[in-house]
């Protein structure tokens, strides 16, 4: 009778101890599982973020408050340094006017944007600044842009940077 | 512990690994390759570049931006004698060659930080402006633009990016 | 019970709870990842959508065509409240002037983006359809006709892929007379665009069967307002008073808008912006007579005008974009915009491009824009 009863429990053990050894291998796969996914979700947020700095460069070149038009023909790639000059004033000035904060922000998000210039003279005005109070990441989109002066009628080189938090 | 309860449990096991190494292997093959993004970023890159290049106005060269320079150049003899000079007694080869130089070091040697070659092709005088930093002998991305100097006379002006080699 | 019943029992017991946790361990594995593959394909969407959207805003004057996996949905609420939803995923539009139906689906959407400039490029109109909407444009008279042809005429090709057509607006011309006769189609919508009718005759023009086939909608251009009507039953009513507009870019998106909400919303978005920018032109302008003044302009015969002296009688290029400036104010603050103030935009663009050409342009000055 105890010999029974001990085979019975060695048994008991040996199940139970299957199960355990299964039940582990499978939350090991389900923990690999899941962290690829949530690396492939990282990834992919990254992705989201850099076509979102994209398009916001995009915009910051197409903004008709900066962009250099002639007889109402716009030239492409092109920014109007009085423009940005006075938009710039602008934005200062309107600092604490929410509709107009909020117009930009939602064209242009949490962003910074900054627009230097390389020729003939140097200079690095900031456009628009607007982190987020936290922010994890920031992706930096740059690229080079021509720079109008009206008063000369000529075309500077400068380099637009807009920096993208997320 | 029976041998069936042994065979069956293997069995199993056998399943789920199985069954997780083609998750893993969807996973992996399903992923887009970021390789291709990256190099038209950079080829997107050369070619605003020289786009913006060319609009630019030298320093004191009678408002002619550097596609005018590089015109001008382009038709000069090979030694850059027959070039028009500018308002500082410079020729617009040698304009064309400092301007050049200096934005792309500007560009791509500061703010860029990247490797470049830049040359151009189609004229003697035009190609003894080639400029280069590290060179890009490896991978490399490159952008290229035909510019016209006059009906059916073209030259192409080549620029070629690379990472930033350790010097 | 025996022993071995007991044993049985425990099995039983074992095998139940193993089986049930297993189940449930991949039915949530499951259930998370149909969540993630949803979460995923909104986000791409939600980020190809603004992508379509952002580069028609950048191209100007041009349609593209947009595939729509899932319907799109735009809705605009009073207080300006604008949502594209696609799936459950919502995104806003409030800083873009987006004319669209409630909802496209089906056929792939076409997006058309037109510049409005007064004279300056001052925003895009983005509008929105796809070829499961159909557009009547009915007239009654010789002028009403001149302006369909007008409308008509300005409306972009379809669009076409390895020479088949993708997507296109959809439309017809219809006289008054022939209205009775029209045979309803089987598409999601149909919007009638009338031209110079008396809006009292309106209601039930439109055959009783095209209110049964689809959903039914309308506008009816008038001299100097709008008016915006939805199917009721089998006739169209009007639910709200009319709206005002002022040129052909006003009068598309009254045509795209689903109703007067979105209509009033763009229009308001783009009074906006046009306040902001005849200031910075204002400015500008400014520097440049400033520049003339201290010689930095060598031309001294410039004249931009003068900030602190307007000039009533012939108004120089200052103070027209100061009046234009003044007028995007008043109409902003307004709780309807006003037919008298539109149109009084509409001349001040005109004025404003004449000057710019003549005055300056002409006389080989800086143009301001």
New interface residues.
Partial sequence: MKKRSAK?QIQ?FE?VGV?VIF?FL?MIG?VF??RA?NTS?QR?GLQ?SN??AF?TT??A??L??L?C????M?KENCI?L??L???Q??LEENQNNT??MQ?YF??LGFASITVSELYPQERHPVLYDNPPDEFTDKIVKKSPVLLYD??R?EYGFGIIEVDVYV | MSRAQMEIFGLVIIVILVALGLLFAVAVLTKKPTQQVQQMTTSVQGANFLNTLMGTTARDCHGLTVRGLIQDCALADVNWNSASVCADGKSTCERANATISFLLEKTFGEVLKKDYRFFMSGSGAAERISLERGGCPNERESAVRPELVRPGFYINVTLYLCDKTNR | MT?KGF?IQ?NWI?VMI?GA??LG?FFT?AQ?QRA?STE?LQ?TLA?EV??IF??A??S?GTSQSLPLPEALEFDCEKGCVCDLKIASAKE?F??KAIFAPQRVSGQDALVWTLDW?Q?????NFLFVTNPSIKYYFVYQSQQGKLLVDQLVKGLPPPIKKSGKVVTQIDFGIVPKENLSVLTAEAYDQVKFVFVLFDPNVLGSLVPASFFRESQVSAINIEQDKLEFYEGKGSSLVMPNPPESYAGLPMLYAAMFAQNNVMYECGMRTAI??LS??S??YL??AA??QD?VLQG??PRTWCEYGNKANPQVSNPTIIDLLSQQHDLAKKLMSQPQLSVSELKKLDDLQARL?EK??NDI?LKSC??V?
């Fill in positions: 019975g008991m199940t199960l039940f499978l389900a599982y899941f996914q979700l992919e989201a076509q979102r398009q995009l915009k070149l197409y008709p408050e962009d038009s002639f007889l109402k716009q109007d009085v423009k000059q006075k938009f004033e602008f509709q107009v117009d939602t064209e009206p008063l009628d | 022993r044993d425990f074992f193993a946790l297993i361990f594995i998370k993630l995923h986000r980020v603004e992508e952002v580069d805003l950048v100007k806003p409030g800083d400039k004279p300056y490029r001052v925003m906006r912006k902001y920018l200031q910075l400015e500008r520097t440049l520049a930095d302009v491009d710019n050409r342009v800086p143009e824009f």
